[in-house]
């Protein structure tokens, strides 16, 4: 008869043995769980290599800005920029090649003239001058400040047209 009343407490006890031993595992920092598991690293590469990585699967440039090797954070956001579907951050790329490779791979948010006029005014001039060439509009170019001779290139390049040459200002600019 004992054995019928201690069962049901035996089975209290066990779930709640199961329940506390889950809450004992229950990672306190599972909200910053990316950012302790890529510190955990203790060279730059690898680091640099796991921050990459979990920005371009959140598709987040947040992660990003942790890279420290500059190579490897170009990478970082021109990933995210087409995981993301998002030109805009290709604004981010130090190197103008790779933004320009970046740009021709994400060419929605160049394609729209008028969203470069909302971005940082640091990258804004490259913004024009992306959206001119992927536009072959070289009238982009006059939004381009000191980038408008090297715009107008890159439009009469993209655009097969060395008539648009003729529009830039300096003479080193028609030669090249």
């Avoid at 796991?50 to 090797?69: F, I, L, N, P």
Wanted: some cysteine; aromatic content about 8%.
């Amino acid at each position: 008869m004992k054995s019928h009343t201690l069962y049901p407490a035996g089975i209290f006890l066990l779930l709640l043995l199961v329940g506390c031993l889950d809450a004992l595992f229950v990672d306190p920092n599972k909200a910053n769980q990316n950012q302790i598991a890529c510190d955990a690293f203790t060279d730059i590469p690898s680091k640099d290599s796991c921050y990459a990585g979990k920005a371009k699967d959140e598709k987040s440039v947040e992660w990003c800005v942790k890279v420290q090797t500059l190579e490897t954070r170009d990478h970082c956001y021109a990933d995210v920029a087409t995981a993301a579907s998002d030109g805009k951050i290709c604004l981010s790329i130090s190197s103008f090649e790779s933004q320009k490779s970046c740009a021709n791979a994400n060419p929605a948010f160049f394609q729209n003239q008028a969203a470069c006029a909302g971005v940082d005014l640091s990258v804004q001039d490259a913004c024009y001058r992306h959206s001119a060439r992927i536009l072959f509009k070289e009238s982009a170019c006059e939004f381009a400040g000191t980038m408008k001779n090297a715009c107008l290139q890159d439009v009469a390049v993209a655009a097969l047209n060395p008539a648009i040459c003729d529009m830039t200002t300096s003479s080193d600019a028609k030669e090249s």
